[in-house]
């Protein structure tokens, strides 16, 4: 996994972050209110949507029409007041087809009462999906699974975590052409079968083929306070993005207004065991995040800052 | 009246337009929705609050805390979706006191609805006027009134018009000194009284006084059909704002959206015998404006193109 500011990946098999926007409740200059694009594979998957986020989809050079699914993490302003500008635009450019919301279902009834009157002339479907409880899955493809978790913030609030399936083992051509593997049976082997030859003799999988692509996996967490149940619903994730308000001199305040400091972020994916950590949702009293960014690395050393127009390739 | 970027004007006198967003309903990388904001000898008056206008209310310098009245052309998204969270950020600073939003009566309870769901533990208090029929007076202070008019729109829109009281005559101090005047005369005399000396002898008020300052007026004019009602609601202006959302070419697609060309603007601007007019409001097809200022300038030549960022000194 590497951050990449290129835009030169292989379309086929993409699986990217776009910050859209990573600050906290006010706006600064410097930062937009919380706002993600997950893409995977050319479909969009919305996270959050602050105000100022379709403003950055353009600026990004993202496709507003291939956004089939927002994730809104909780019903605070700065996670979900871009979201009827966007739609709304999404009208004017005769987008069809269906937009399904997922939100914590406290939020369904304003949601519903603000797309009914500021997107009346609506030319798509817009579907409210409600989380609720422990969360769970709520998104599967033949490729990718997304669930929510629980966060622990002032209201209710949830996480979502994205991993990819298992991809195909791959088949080794040479040793697949030594035994004459007829194209017929090439889906069985990749899917990890052995092969039996027509005089009987079988021929193990592990001979034929090497281990797939790791799956890849990415998790939202913004907002909540340290809890080392966010870490378990994590576990073992290639990217981790959490929160980081506040920097260590500010602990109580962070418990206080369930948000978390930089070094608690760090512990999160310390004990999640992630691979690398992505911080944001910083407090406006930052003119820089490199404090932030000091604290995280003590605790967990691969750490970077989000910042609006990123792109992270896993 | 002049267009000046520095910031060195006289604070007491002061009477600024501040142009927050000036693009259409999609907003482009280039300009952000609807907003302004009116700064009257430090009192701020907001007019529309498209997504993205507290972002930029911070970065030109303006204190949220001197908004006390905003206007609401119309309920489309592009003019008032900024709205709650720009309500939720004032109450993230502890303001106090009442912030009043005078809006089309068609939108006061989604609004309501909104800023109860959304700035729940506001630290102020949020008051609804609507403005229905044919506008008329919306405020009134000693030296300023605002008034409401009806703008042609595709929903009930309106425009505002600001204007200056006028100031009191200015003593000419040789003369008063001449003839004695005491005091406590002065402030009738500025008024306009003549002065009577104990002789008797009355000495005209033109002999002690010249002319006040004239007065200053601003209209802001968005969205809306070029309709030469408009130009009798705006005669004399200053300074006419006028949406310009197309070039000529596109008269057609303008009136069947409720929208004028360029050209249209700077015909109200003549009919209503303004003093110089402020074009806006653009679509995002135009990467430059240059197009529709020529046009416009054809047709009235005192014109300017609004963009973010830009302050207007009257």
Redesign the interface.
């Known amino acids: 996994m590497y951050i990449c500011l290129s835009k030169h990946t292989p379309t086929m098999n993409r699986f990217e972050i776009n910050i859209l926007g990573c600050g906290s409740?006010?706006?600064?200059?410097r930062h937009?209110?919380s706002a993600q694009i997950v893409n995977f594979r050319d479909n969009l998957f919305m996270i959050d949507c602050g105000?100022?986020a379709?403003?950055m989809i353009?600026?990004m050079g993202l496709n507003f029409q291939r956004i089939n699914h927002i994730f809104i993490s909780h019903?605070?302003?700065?996670h979900c007041?871009?979201l009827?500008?966007l739609l709304?635009?999404l009208s004017?450019?005769e987008r069809t087809g269906r937009v399904t919301i997922h939100l914590p279902e406290e939020g369904v009834d304003?949601m519903k009462?603000?797309m009914a009157?500021?997107?009346r002339e609506s030319t798509f479907e817009i579907v409210f999906e409600p989380v609720g409880g422990d969360g769970g899955r709520v998104f599967e493809s033949d490729s990718l699974t997304i669930d929510a978790f629980p966060l622990y913030h002032r209201v209710p609030c949830y996480g979502y975590i994205f991993r990819e399936k298992p991809g195909l083992r791959h088949l080794k051509g040479d040793m697949a052409r030594f035994h004459e593997v007829p194209v017929s049976k090439i889906a069985a082997i990749k899917a990890g079968e052995d092969f039996i030859k027509p005089t009987g003799e079988v021929i193990p999988n592990a001979m034929l083929t090497t281990d797939p692509d790791p799956a890849r996996s990415y998790a939202y967490c913004s907002d909540t306070v340290m809890d080392k149940r966010v870490a378990e619903a994590v576990r073992g994730v290639e990217l981790l993005y959490h929160e980081a308000t506040y920097d260590s001199s500010l602990g109580d305040k962070a418990r206080e207004r369930g948000h978390s400091t930089a070094a608690d972020a760090a512990e999160i994916a310390r004990m999640a065991g992630a691979k690398a950590l992505l911080i944001g949702h910083y407090s406006k009293r930052y003119s820089s995040v490199e404090l932030l960014l000091r604290e995280a690395r003590e605790v967990f050393e691969n750490t970077s800052a989000a910042d609006e127009g990123m792109k992270i390739v896993l």
Chains 1, 2 share one sequence.
Request: charged letters at 20%.
């Open positions: 409740a006010t706006p600064s200059p937009n209110p105000e100022g379709q403003k353009r600026r019903m605070h302003g700065d007041l871009g009827p500008g709304s635009t004017l450019h304003i009462r603000i009157f500021f997107c």
